[in-house]
C-alpha cells in the first residue's frame, strides 16, 4: 500500500509539474507573441518604435525630405529623404526628452545625398603629393567614377539625442531657450578614391547639429534665419499627432576636420582645404524641411 501511495503521489507530482510546464510554455508563447507583434495601420509607421521598454512613453517618426547641410560655401541638397525615429521617455523638469533608440538600429538612417560637384570639387589629382595616390585618382577620374555621396550618420548613440516637444512646437528664440533637437552628428563621404572610412566629425568630436523651428542666434558672419512650425493636424482618431512642412534650422554649429580619406587619411588635407576645415560655428547651417509623426506608447501598442 506504501509503495502505492508513492507513486501516486509520484504520478499526481509529475503531472502538475506537466501542467505547469504547459502553461509557462503558453505565457513564453504569448510572450514572443507580443514581442514579434507590430503596429498595424496608419500607426505601422512607428514599427520600429522600441514600445516594449517599459520607459518608453511615446514613439516619434521625423522624415526630413528637403532642404541642405551647408559647410561654409559647400551645399549638399537634401533629396533623399531621411528618417529620425524611435521612442520618447518622461521630460525632465527642463524639457528634455529622453530619446530611445529604433528597434532595427536604424534610429537615423544612412541616406546618401549627392555632393554637387563631385569628386573634381573635392580633389585635384595634381595637388596629391603622393605618387601612388595620384596615381589612383587619375586612374578613377578616368573611369568616370567621379561622385561623391554624403551620409549624414549619428555619431554617439541614440541616447545622446536631446529632444525637447514643447520647443517642437514653438517658434521661440535659440537662444535664449534650447533648441528643439540635437543630433551628434558625424558625414560620410564615400566615392573609391576616399575609401570606407572619410568622415567629417566622429564620436570623440562630433558635429552637433542644434536645429529649431524659432530664430537662430549664430556667431558672425552668419545671421539670424527663422525656422517654421508646420501644420498640425491629428490622424486615427486623435491619436496620431502630425506635423506638415515644418522647418527645422541651425547655423550656430562648428565642423571639425576630416579624418581617414584615401590611403592612410592621405586626403584628409585635401579634403580639409576644399571645404574649409575645421569650420568655426557662425559659418555653418543646416534647414531640414520635414514631417513629423508622434503617438503615445499605449496607442501605438494597442494596435498590434
Same mark, same amino acid.
Given at each position: 500500500?506504501?509503495?502505492?501511495?508513492?507513486?501516486?503521489?509520484?504520478?499526481?507530482?509529475?503531472?502538475?509539474?506537466?501542467?505547469?510546464? =504547459?502553461?509557462?510554455?503558453?505565457?513564453?508563447? *504569448?510572450?514572443?507573441?507580443?514581442?514579434?507583434?507590430? /503596429?498595424?495601420?496608419?500607426?505601422?509607421?512607428?514599427?520600429?518604435?522600441?514600445?516594449?521598454?517599459?520607459?518608453?512613453?511615446?514613439?516619434?517618426?521625423?522624415?526630413?525630405?528637403?532642404?541642405?547641410?551647408?559647410?561654409?560655401?559647400?551645399?549638399? /541638397?537634401?533629396?533623399?529623404?531621411?528618417? &529620425?525615429?524611435?521612442?520618447?521617455?518622461?521630460?525632465?523638469?527642463?524639457?528634455?526628452?529622453?530619446?530611445?533608440?529604433?528597434?532595427?538600429?536604424?534610429?537615423?538612417?544612412?541616406?546618401?545625398?549627392?555632393?554637387?560637384? *563631385?569628386?573634381?570639387?573635392?580633389?585635384?589629382? %595634381?595637388?596629391?603629393?603622393?605618387?601612388?595616390?595620384?596615381?589612383?585618382?587619375?586612374?578613377?577620374?578616368?573611369?568616370?567614377?567621379?561622385?561623391?555621396? =554624403?551620409?549624414?550618420?549619428?555619431?554617439? /548613440?541614440?541616447?545622446?539625442?536631446?529632444?525637447?516637444?514643447?520647443?517642437?512646437?514653438?517658434?521661440?528664440?535659440?537662444?535664449?531657450?534650447?533648441?528643439?533637437?540635437?543630433?551628434?552628428?558625424?558625414?560620410?563621404?564615400?566615392?573609391?578614391?576616399?575609401?570606407? $572610412?572619410?568622415?567629417?566629425?566622429?564620436?570623440?568630436?562630433?558635429?552637433?547639429?542644434?536645429?529649431?523651428?524659432?530664430?537662430?542666434?549664430?556667431?558672425?558672419?552668419?545671421?539670424?534665419?527663422?525656422?517654421?512650425?508646420?501644420?498640425?493636424?491629428?490622424?486615427?482618431?486623435?491619436?496620431?499627432?502630425?506635423?506638415?512642412?515644418?522647418?527645422?534650422?541651425?547655423?550656430?554649429?562648428?565642423?571639425?576636420?576630416?579624418?581617414?580619406?584615401?590611403? &592612410? *587619411?592621405?586626403?584628409? *588635407?585635401?579634403?580639409?582645404?576644399?571645404?574649409?576645415?575645421?569650420?568655426?560655428?557662425?559659418? %555653418?547651417?543646416?534647414?531640414?524641411?520635414?514631417?513629423?509623426?508622434?503617438?503615445?506608447?499605449?496607442?501605438? $501598442?494597442?494596435?498590434?
Amino acid at each position: 500500500m506504501r509503495k502505492h501511495r508513492i507513486m501516486g503521489q509520484a504520478g499526481t507530482h509529475s503531472r502538475k509539474f506537466v501542467m505547469v510546464a =504547459a502553461l509557462m510554455g503558453l505565457a513564453a508563447l *504569448g510572450m514572443a507573441s507580443s514581442a514579434l507583434a507590430t /503596429p498595424t495601420g496608419e500607426f505601422s509607421v512607428f514599427k520600429q518604435c522600441p514600445i516594449n521598454n517599459e520607459e518608453v512613453k511615446g514613439c516619434l517618426v521625423s522624415r526630413a525630405e528637403s532642404g541642405e547641410l551647408k559647410i561654409k560655401s559647400t551645399a549638399v /541638397p537634401i533629396v533623399n529623404t531621411q528618417t &529620425l525615429q524611435g521612442g520618447l521617455g518622461r521630460e525632465s523638469e527642463t524639457g528634455q526628452e529622453p530619446f530611445f533608440a529604433a528597434k532595427n538600429g536604424e534610429t537615423l538612417s544612412k541616406t546618401s545625398q549627392k555632393v554637387p560637384g *563631385g569628386l573634381l570639387g573635392l580633389v585635384k589629382c %595634381n595637388e596629391i603629393g603622393n605618387i601612388i595616390l595620384r596615381i589612383s585618382c587619375e586612374a578613377v577620374f578616368e573611369n568616370g567614377v567621379t561622385g561623391v555621396n =554624403a551620409t549624414l550618420e549619428l555619431a554617439k /548613440p541614440a541616447s545622446s539625442i536631446y529632444i525637447n516637444e514643447d520647443l517642437l512646437l514653438s517658434e521661440l528664440p535659440y537662444p535664449p531657450y534650447p533648441p528643439a533637437l540635437v543630433l551628434p552628428s558625424k558625414i560620410k563621404l564615400e566615392n573609391p578614391l576616399l575609401g570606407n $572610412e572619410c568622415y567629417i566629425g566622429s564620436s570623440s568630436e562630433p558635429i552637433e547639429l542644434a536645429l529649431t523651428t524659432g530664430a537662430t542666434s549664430p556667431p558672425a558672419p552668419n545671421k539670424s534665419i527663422k525656422g517654421k512650425v508646420g501644420e498640425i493636424t491629428t490622424k486615427a482618431q486623435g491619436e496620431i499627432l502630425v506635423i506638415k512642412h515644418n522647418t527645422l534650422v541651425g547655423n550656430a554649429f562648428a565642423v571639425p576636420k576630416a579624418t581617414g580619406c584615401g590611403l &592612410l *587619411g592621405l586626403l584628409n *588635407g585635401i579634403i580639409d582645404s576644399k571645404l574649409g576645415l575645421p569650420s568655426a560655428a557662425g559659418n %555653418n547651417t543646416a534647414v531640414l524641411n520635414n514631417t513629423v509623426e508622434q503617438a503615445g506608447h499605449y496607442a501605438v $501598442e494597442e494596435s498590434e
